[in-house]
């Protein structure tokens, strides 16, 4: 955890809000990321959506796991069933990479039959290899500690990704925590829902909750779910006084990006997002 004199905190909280109260974003090339890459145009989670993200001017999302064997691959469920189309359906860390990389995830869905068939799951070094200052990787870490040293060992063996253009998210608190112990120099975000069951009824989180939870993590900022009765400007506020950043997940709604960023978040991860900033920069005539 990291430590600050007496004056510092004091002030933290004054220097946060005005900070972040400067950098009142809008739909751009910084701020929408690419959610498992360009994912509306090429299959979630591999390299041609990575590589169509950055093309278009981009920073994109991926999701991470760790193999049976200690390679760190992109996929986003807990299994390989899904985007395997039913080819392999073990979890995610039961499998060692021989065998993963032989596995098809481009042919899966409405992406049967299309120029992406035969598309392998990327490792985590092929996708940092596409890292520039400029964007940003958001490298979501699925499991629990226990892959933090396999990801800071493929880090410490490249030199693209650097702490100006990647960064971690994760729901995991743990996770978290562990991340800024062993990288602290890489900004953390926590992921977290916008809704809690509370009385048998769902609520919204509060910004004091997660607050809470980024001060015991060393988080540097909140990635939250956008729902517009949870994350308020007032929320955003709140959060943001605190001395944490705020951004959003997953928005390809263009009404509900432009409502994120005027309540203050910083970035807005989407599915679509050359199709929201064409549509921000060139709305259709009535």
């Known amino acids: 955890m990291r430590t600050r004199t007496a004056v510092s905190v004091a002030l933290a909280p004054a220097v946060a809000l005005a900070a972040f109260a400067l950098s009142a974003a809008e739909p751009g090339y910084t701020t929408l990321i690419s959610h498992r890459g360009e994912s509306h145009d090429a299959p979630e989670n ?28 992109t996929f ?20 060692p990479w021989a065998e993963i990389e032989k596995l098809d995830v481009g042919s899966w869905g409405k992406w049967k039959g299309s120029k992406f068939a035969g598309t392998r799951p990327a490792l985590l070094e092929e996708v940092l290899a596409l890292a520039r200052d400029g964007r940003e990787i958001y ?5 629990g500690p226990e892959i933090v040293p396999y990801i800071k060992k493929v880090f410490a063996a490249q030199d693209k990704a650097t702490p100006k253009n990647a960064l971690f998210i994760s729901f995991n608190a743990e996770t978290c925590r562990a991340l800024k112990e062993a990288m602290p120099e890489y900004r953390v975000y926590w992921l977290s829902v916008a809704m809690r069951r509370s009385g048998g009824k769902e609520r919204p989180v509060t910004a004091e909750e997660v607050v809470e939870t980024l001060k015991a993590t060393g988080a540097d900022g909140l990635d939250i779910q956008f729902v517009r009765e ?7 506020r709140k ?23 005027k309540r203050g978040v910083a970035t807005v991860t989407t599915n679509r997002a050359k199709h929201l900033l064409d549509l921000y920069r060139n709305p259709p005539r009535p």
Request: aromatic fraction near 10%; glycine fraction near 8%; proline fraction near 2%.
């Open 76 to 95: 986003h469920d807990s299994t390989l069933k899904r985007t395997t189309a039913g080819a392999n359906t073990k979890a995610c860390g039961e499998v």
């Open 230 to 236: 949870a994350v308020t400007a007032d929320f955003v």
């Open 139 to 143: 490298v979501e870490v699925k499991p």
């Open 46 to 73: 591999t390299l041609p959506a990575y590589r169509t993200a950055v093309e278009r001017g981009f920073g994109f999302e991926c999701d991470v796991y760790l193999s049976k064997d200690g390679r760190v691959f």
């Open 239 to 261: 959060v943001n006084a605190a001395g944490f950043s705020v951004h959003v997940w997953t928005v390809d709604d263009l009404s509900d990006a432009v409502e994120a960023f």
